[in-house]
């Protein structure tokens, strides 16, 4: 008997020592995800509807010019009675709609009226990816200018490559991109423009159409991954380059600005693009947004939790823009904070640090209310699913999808922090850092912010993630 109680002394003592690490494991990534989801308090505001363009030149931009000279402290100071005397003085802004499309014949058509009735767009391009069900049709009898696809070239993404067709051919000097699942609601696109005020790439976190329970629970549960890795949308300071969230599902940006830098390009190989397009642009200073946009903007993604659980896939880890290590930290405070108090519960044996998270997340279901157009029973339930939804990353993370609308592609050759090849001397000039002299096309309502220096900052407020998809999770857009 003895040798026999002293292995199960032994026993109990490892399992003592292993759950006190992993209760001191938990609080640290409690207070990780305390400390993200603080930045709340201080966010910036939602998009509100600007349902004119704001004009290429105003006397408070000749006024703030005019200061410039007496350095930023001055402009502070002038700035709320120049923008107060602000009267239009030139034509709106000319914009250009770009909305890369592979067989969505039947989702297409609510975004290209809306874009269509809008007054602020000059023209809508629709990039035809190869569709075979008449989606190039459809956009060309909407009065769309459908852009034919050349084939996929070796080493790109079909998205990226859209858009780079797409971007070559607008004549706007400002371009939004839209996924053809996208519904914009009126005010939308001169809401994206205003905000070019401040940013040099815009990225809106939408409202999802999520009607059944299964779904929308499945849903929020893996959009909750995505906050407590991240953040809410919006926070007034940004983060460093590296933790850049965005939507590829609206993005607003200067054409010729994304031309210089050759941004698509860039990141041709990333399954993640929206992701990439941002951490590559911040990380060369330009100063990137992800904004609020619920009010303004809707998105129906899938037709089924099934196809929900299947697509997530691709983009919940963020493989291609991520290194390992933060991959495994990331899947950590995920399953520390999220899985695991769920998973105790369940089998009856919550510790105090457990009902704490599980409150959180409960606060968390109510703030992600707004993230929905029609919020019900699955938001509601969404923290049941939370251990699914972390498996649900393990497997991504662990086994990255790379096959997407009928294409499969090779592993991404240079990894999370690079990019891959070189601009075209062509449809590429310039350096392609941050925008300069493109800027002064859309002059400023008030001075730039003071830019701090170092690589953790590129200036002005950054986007991070939340209330958005990231990676463009859905079905629309071109592959």
Known sequence: MRPFTAARALTAARAFTAARALTAAQAVAAAVVVARLARGRNRLPPLRPVLHPPATTTTATADITATDAAGPARNEQAAPDTAARATPAAPAIDISVVIPARDEAARIGPCLMAVSNDPAVAEVIVVDDGSRDGTGELAASMGATVVTGAPLPEGWVGKQWALRQGVAAARGRVVVTLDADARPEPGLVGALVRALDDYDLVSAAPRFAC?????????????????????????????????????????????????????????????????????????????????????????????????????????????????????????????????????????????????????????????????????????????????????????????????????????????????????????????????????????????????????????????????????????????
């Open 211 to 479: 009607d059944g329970a299964l779904e929308q629970a499945l849903h929020a549960a893996m959009l909750a991954t995505l906050v407590y890795r991240f953040g809410p949308v919006g926070p007034a300071k940004p983060p460093p380059p590296h933790r850049v969230i965005a939507n590829g599902q609206c993005l607003a940006f200067r054409r010729e600005a994304m031309a210089a830098a050759d941004g698509f390009g860039a990141v041709r190989e990333k399954m993640t693009d929206d992701v990439a397009l941002a951490r590559h642009l911040a990380g060369r200073g330009w100063r990137v947004g992800f904004l609020d946009a619920g009010a303004l903007l809707e998105v129906d993604m899938h037709d089924s939790a099934a196809e929900l659980w299947r697509e997530w896939g691709r983009s919940l880890p963020l493989h291609d823009v991520t290194d390992p290590v933060r991959q495994a930290a990331d899947l950590a405070v995920v399953w520390l904070t999220a899985g695991l108090p769920v998973l105790r519960l369940a089998f009856g044996r919550p510790a105090v640090l457990d009902v704490a998270l599980l409150a959180g997340r409960l606060l968390l279901t109510g703030a992600l209310r707004g993230s929905y157009s029609r919020p019900g029973l699955g938001l509601l339930l969404s923290p049941l699913l939370d251990p699914a939804a972390a498996a649900r990353l393990t497997q991504a993370t662990l086994r990255p999808v790379r096959t997407w609308r009928g294409r499969t592609y090779p592993p991404d050759r240079v990894g999370a922090q690079g990019t891959v090849g070189s601009p075209d001397p062509v449809s590429s000039p310039g350096s392609g850092g941050r925008p300069g002299s493109v800027n002064a096309a859309y002059p400023r309502t008030r001075p730039d912010p003071v830019e701090p220096t170092g690589p953790g900052n590129p200036g002005g407020p950054g986007g991070v993630s939340g209330g958005g998809s990231s990676g463009r999770p859905g079905r629309s857009g071109a592959r």
